[in-house]
């Protein structure tokens, strides 16, 4: 830890310029590509609880029996899988609108027409189409994110790419929000068919971003074969110096975060005794504002730092908020405590977000963005997959305030992992990656 905190020192006092001020980042942030990054974020946030907990809601009143409503939760897989055919949309070049911009309309376009025929889909009288349906709008919305991701990484300049991914995070939780809860209150009172026609009309956005949006600056030449853009995304990553290591990192970077996400709703009900409506309020709700917060702080404050300080102080604020869950562990129920590590947490885990997905962005190939990006982003969620069976374990045999100081412990190789890649982040942050055959 004092070897963190020595090389966070040492890259303050060896600034050689002044960083802009706050005032001029925001003038230079408030152009176009950012509004569409807002919009963006928001159209390939929005499908999502529309396969899953919007959907399993539906089935669960329309009395689908609970066996046939857990086998929906494999709608999702196409999310987890979407690198698989992420090569296609490097390859191809849509007639209309680009390489980028012509897969967003694509996939949208079919978005719509699907989520309107589940509306008028009711499953109890069809479960086996409206299953069909839901694989099929959660394939489309893999896709879109794939195409919505690598228009992100092309579009953006480097000093843009922390905010302009704030922005993303936000509109998607926004996103979330409007095709979970709200739809949820609206199917109550208006019925499913009306909730998903909703749905499908607040998809337009994101047709109207994907048109009025503007072309990436960088237009590098595509793949000539499918072969090739399936081959040539991991022979280019690999190439690089240190590339092993980068994965690595990668793999890291939120290891501490995702082992204590697995348990903190669990924690809070049964380790301390808070009541559902306290989780829903504190937990969710000003979670969710801390955590949108963090991005658009995150975001900005990398203008004015650089990817790799970002990197690092937020790394070891995100660990240091899980010590915050040790504490209250320690001392029991606490309405304040709880409210400010939630806060803290979130705040953390919000800047942490925008300053990694910038990163990852960082890290791409233009010719090869979809492929890396989507593949780059499947390491990521490695740690977060993983980190459910043995957090179950530990807290069994070791209690909670344990846990979340084991928690703590699992941040710190990531971040001694990134004081050794120094030299090698921020050579990407300057957006030397090779954009052409050279």
């Not at 499908?47 to 669960?60: N, V």
């Amino acid at each position: 830890m004092s070897a963190i905190l020595m090389v966070l020192s040492e890259c303050d006092m060896s600034t050689s310029k002044m960083p802009p001020k706050f005032p001029e980042i925001l003038k230079s942030l408030g152009n176009r590509r950012m509004g569409v990054m807002l919009m963006l974020g928001f159209a390939s946030g929005l499908p999502l609880a529309l396969t899953g907990g919007t959907l399993q809601a539906w089935l669960a009143t329309a009395s689908i029996d609970i066996k046939t409503i857990a086998i929906f939760s494999l709608v999702g897989l196409p999310y987890t899988l979407k690198f698989i055919w992420a090569p296609i949309m490097d390859r191809f070049v849509p007639p209309c609108f680009g390489r980028r911009r012509g897969w967003i309309l694509i996939t949208q376009g079919l978005l719509i027409g699907l989520v309107i025929t589940m509306a008028y889909s009711p499953p109890e009288q069809a479960i086996l189409f409206v299953g069909t349906l839901a694989v099929m709008i959660a394939f489309c919305s893999a896709s879109q994110d794939i195409a919505i991701d690598a228009y992100r990484a092309d579009l953006l300049q480097p000093e843009e790419r922390g905010f302009g991914a704030a922005l993303s995070v936000a509109g998607y939780r926004i996103a979330m929000l409007v095709s979970g809860g709200l739809a949820l209150i609206v199917a109550d009172q208006l019925g499913w068919e009306f909730t998903y026609t909703l749905m499908a009309i607040l998809l337009l956005a994101g047709v109207v971003t994907a048109v009025a949006g503007p072309e990436p600056a960088c237009q590098p030449e595509t793949p000539a074969t499918l072969q090739q853009a399936v081959i040539q995304p991991f022979r280019e990553f690999l190439a690089r110096t240190r590339s092993v290591w980068i994965i690595i990192f990668i793999i890291l970077y939120k290891a501490g975060d995702a082992l204590a996400g697995t348990l903190t709703t669990a924690f809070l009900i049964r380790g301390l005794d808070f009541s559902l409506t306290d989780v829903g309020i504190i937990n969710k709700w000003l979670g969710l504002a801390a955590l949108l917060l963090g991005a658009m702080a995150g975001g900005t404050m990398m203008v004015r730092f650089g990817l790799y300080k970002c990197l690092l102080w937020f790394g070891l604020l995100q660990a240091l908020t899980n010590l915050g869950f040790m504490l209250l562990a320690l001392a029991g129920k606490n309405y304040a405590g709880m409210m400010i590590v939630i806060a803290m947490e979130n705040l953390a885990g919000g800047m942490g977000t925008a300053v990694f997905v910038a990163l990852l962005i960082a890290l791409c190939d233009h010719r090869y963005t979809a492929t890396q990006y989507a593949l780059l982003s499947a390491l990521s969620a490695i740690a977060r997959v993983f980190a459910g069976p043995p957090s179950g374990v530990l807290v069994e045999l070791l209690g909670w305030a344990q846990f979340f100081l084991i928690t703590f412990i699992a941040a710190i190789p990531g971040l001694l992992l990134l004081l050794w890649l120094r030299e090698t982040i921020e050579h990407y942050h300057n957006d030397q990656v090779a954009i052409s055959g050279s």
